[in-house]
């Protein structure tokens, strides 16, 4: 008789602890978000940084940008402005107050981890992004991997050289918000310039 209610009681147990990973899987998913990054995270960390160096002009919020490539993971994956909800719902988001791909200074992507980033955890040193915009096609070597806290605006600092840095949340398995972010910072090795007329 003990022995059915100790089946009873681990049963229940058990059908508490899925139910509540359930929730909290639904939870973070549906909520699971890189904050907006603010122009006054970027303007405190440094002064403000000259935009447009290739581009004629500044794309708008939402606008397609380009295409960021990761042969790593063999996935390509649209770029758009901003890293607003919205926009991260679309693909990867570029932070408008970084310079855009193939600028002099620091190019800032965002994407979710658990959709257009999934897998970004097998990128490291050495390993190539390629980003395609309408004025070229620019090839990144990563130099570096760094895993900060999500409040960590050093990130989305002004480089001196042509730089492009990829963010997500970490841990990848998490259930719920992250607390941190996975970055990888690349430096521009080669680039091939479209003929603009």
């Not at 909520?31 to 405190?44: A, G, K, L, R, Y």
């Not at 794309?59 to 758009?80: A, D, M, Q």
């Not at 926009?87 to 990867?92: A, E, R």
């Not at 960590?152 to 997500?168: F, H, Q």
């Amino acid at each position: 008789m003990w022995k059915k209610r100790i089946s009873l009681v681990v049963m229940l147990i058990g059908v508490i602890v899925v139910i509540h990973n359930l929730y909290w899987l639904n939870k973070g998913i549906s909520t699971q978000t890189i904050p907006e990054i603010s122009p006054n995270d970027f303007n405190q960390a440094t002064k403000p940084i000259k935009q447009d160096q290739l581009y004629k002009k500044k794309p708008v919020s939402g606008e397609k940008i380009g295409t960021l490539t990761i042969p790593k993971l063999n996935r390509s994956l649209p770029i758009f402005e901003g890293t607003s909800q919205e926009v991260l719902k679309q693909g990867v988001g570029h932070f408008q107050e970084s310079v855009l791909p193939g600028d002099h200074n620091n190019s800032v992507l965002s994407g979710h981890r658990d959709t257009v980033f999934r897998g970004l955890g097998d990128v490291g040193v050495n390993d190539e992004l390629i980003v395609e915009t309408d004025i070229g096609q620019f090839l990144y070597k990563i130099k570096k991997v760094r895993i900060v806290d999500q409040h960590d605006r050093t990130v989305i600092v002004p480089r001196p050289k042509s730089t492009l840095t990829v963010t997500t949340c970490y841990p990848f398995g998490f259930i719920g918000n992250a607390p941190k972010r996975y970055i990888l910072v690349a430096d521009l090795v080669s680039q091939n310039l479209a003929q603009i007329k």
